[in-house]
């Protein structure tokens, strides 16, 4: 998973393949970019080259020199066992283009299959049934994406609202909001009780929001039909969050933010120079950040979305920053224990697409095998199946 690979992203579809076949697998941390050692088959060396995967058959002496260079103490290594294929959740309408979600558009290109759930199945308490689930750009606040000054009358967003209120409507609830609210409280749950959460762009900032306003009335008229609550932003309990605190949400129904928390309109970054840099952790102490962070390169091209990055300041204590800016001192990639579970928020929407618009074409993943911002993606798709170790620091 170094330099040499031709396709990073389908090498993960590989590895899914071989848990899937019940194939030995190793993830190999830190070792030529975050290698996979997978027990030989034919049948698999096979299913490389028709994918077009980079791959190596090595003795077993080469194996066991191999696994002795990463137990060393003086290398900064480790070598963690991938037990099961993760049965994998995305929570996306069911009307949604494929290509308008990076998640699924690199899970489609890997050839790692997925199931698309929506508010209904969560409601029935689906989520039990999977190991990971993807959270699509979503807004939890039930203000349709504060895409309200710029596209209130297309006939796109007005089809949307109306098909949200009508099944808002049909699970017995009055509002969106409050419909979205009892979604987030799921999801909530599901991770405390042991779930692996990822989510980009602005199901990130606005799941926290939502669960930080239960009980409290914070969307304007033209979204549910009354007035926001008097003083809500004095109500707002930050206790009840995953990974944001502080912040202060943004009132006016004309500006494209949800509030403090993202950093997309203080940005000065030229695109040129927009790149993030992955942290370094101790793949013997720290694995689960380790993991998430496998790459070939530890610079990372930026790239924007409703929610492009996160203030330093709003992010609690005991979230771990894994990808930062240093240009614009913003965090990009950030992982946080919540319960028994676990949950990674990454900042933007298309690593290969700097600044995706409503309307925007399908990004080819076939040009960009290698991308190192779709490949963060992967390494969480691939967190769940990993024999677990507890962190230490």
């Known amino acids: 998973m170094d330099e040499s690979q031709s396709d990073h992203l389908k090498a993960y579809g590989i590895t899914y393949y071989a848990l899937e076949q019940n194939l030995e697998v190793r993830w190999l941390l830190n070792y030529r970019g975050g290698s996979f050692l997978i027990s030989d088959t034919e049948s698999l060396q096979k299913e490389c080259k028709i994918r077009g995967v980079s791959y190596e058959v090595i003795s077993d002496a080469k194996t066991l020199e191999i696994v002795e260079e990463i137990s060393s103490p003086s290398r900064n290594m480790e070598s963690v066992v991938l037990e099961k294929a993760p049965k994998i959740a995305v929570y996306s309408p069911g009307d949604a283009r494929p290509w308008d979600d990076a998640v699924t558009m690199v899970l489609t290109y890997a050839e790692i299959p997925y199931e698309i759930i929506y508010d209904k199945e969560v409601l029935e308490d689906t989520l039990v049934l999977y190991d990971w689930l993807h959270l699509h750009h979503e807004d939890f606040t039930g203000q349709y994406g504060k895409f309200y000054r710029a596209f209130r009358t297309t006939p796109w967003y007005i089809k949307e609202k109306e098909e949200a209120e009508a099944l808002a409507e049909s699970l017995g609830y009055s509002k969106v909001s409050e419909q979205k609210l009892d979604v987030a409280l799921k999801i909530k749950n599901y991770v405390i009780g042991g779930g692996f959460m990822f989510a980009m762009c602005s199901a990130t900032d606005s799941f926290d929001i939502a669960l930080a306003a239960e009980g409290v009335d914070i969307a304007e008229p033209m979204f549910d039909g009354d007035p926001s609550e008097p003083g809500y932003q004095s109500k707002i309990d930050f206790n009840k969050t995953f990974a944001f605190t502080d912040f202060t949400l943004e009132r006016s129904p004309m500006v494209y933010e949800f509030s403090s928390i993202d950093m997309t309109e203080q940005r000065q970054i030229p695109k040129e120079s927009d790149y993030f840099t992955l942290m370094d952790f101790s793949a013997k102490w720290d694995v689960v950040p380790t993991m998430l962070t ?87 798709v691939l967190f769940p199946a990993a024999k677990k170790k507890p962190q230490k620091t």
Do not use: C, W
Not at 320 to 329: A, C, D, R, T, W
């Open 294 to 380: 496998q790459n070939h390169t530890r610079l990372v091209k930026g790239f924007m979305g409703q929610t492009t990055s996160y203030n330093p300041k709003n992010i609690k204590p005991n979230v771990l920053i894994m990808g930062e800016s240093k240009l614009n001192g913003e965090a990009r990639y950030i992982h946080g224990i919540k319960g028994k579970g676990f949950f990674t928020f990454y900042g933007g929407h298309d690593p290969e697409d700097y600044q995706h618009r409503v309307g925007d074409p399908k990004t080819e993943l076939s040009l960009h095998p290698n991308s190192p911002g779709y490949r963060l993606i992967l390494n969480n």
